[in-house]
């Protein structure tokens, strides 16, 4: 049997994992989102401010200033994700994280345009590529890969469980959609859920690749 029919994961086990931790940190949780929240918002508003200026020069330099706080904030989110699968306490310094920084750039934009590519292409190839890229961040965060080894391995990992992933990819958009229908504070609980419950599962599979 070969390496990547050997590599499983319950989906089960990963989403009561990931309702266990969210729900024992909501706390913890909220406060990350509205940290987010808050740099989105002031971001945002400085944008449209400039914009509407019409200061075209100044506006593309901000959209690139945004486009690094964005990923710093994303590596971030990786970061304290991971941290609580590991049985860590993150806190929210953590969030702070520019380690691989324009790796992690250089990773998100290529990944976007295979995945693009793969949705033009009938859409079908766009939903595997995704499938397939998804833990490339993790990569480059965890094991701070350069940005074409993440993608590599990231295809490597998953192969022989790209069923099982878009099975949980669907399940969690179910939870997503339940937490939105409950006067959207389900998603307090949800998104967290959904997060660490990917990084479990990112887990599982790493601990059963050649390169971990």
């Not at 989105?40 to 486009?67: C, E, G, P, R």
């Not at 953590?94 to 590519?117: C, E, H, P, Q, W």
Request: net charge positive; aromatic share 12%.
């Amino acid at each position: 049997m070969s390496t990547s029919q050997k590599r499983s994961f319950s989906k089960k086990e990963a989403i009561n994992f990931g309702f266990k931790i969210a729900k024992e940190n909501i706390v913890f949780f909220i406060g990350l989102f509205v940290i987010w929240g808050v740099i989105t918002v002031i971001s945002s508003s400085i944008q449209h401010t400039l914009n509407a200026d019409k200061q075209s020069l100044i506006s593309f330099m901000l959209a690139l200033v945004s486009w690094v706080v964005t990923s710093i904030i994303s590596m971030g989110f990786v970061n304290i994700i991971l941290k609580f699968v590991d049985r860590k306490k993150p806190e929210y310094k953590d969030l702070y994280y520019i380690t691989k920084l324009f790796n992690f750039m250089l990773a998100s934009l290529i990944r976007g345009l295979i995945i693009a590519v793969g949705f033009i292409l009938l859409i079908i190839p766009g939903i595997i590529f995704s499938i397939k890229l998804q833990f490339t961040e993790y990569l480059i965060v965890d094991k701070k890969m350069d940005a074409v080894d993440a993608i590599k391995a990231s295809w490597e990992m998953t192969k022989g469980v790209k069923w099982n992933l878009f099975l949980l990819g669907l399940l969690l958009g179910l939870i997503n959609i339940l937490g939105f229908l409950c006067l959207l504070i389900g998603l307090i609980i949800t998104v967290p859920l959904a997060m660490v419950a990917e990084a479990y599962v990112y887990r599982k599979l790493l601990s059963q690749s050649s390169f971990k």
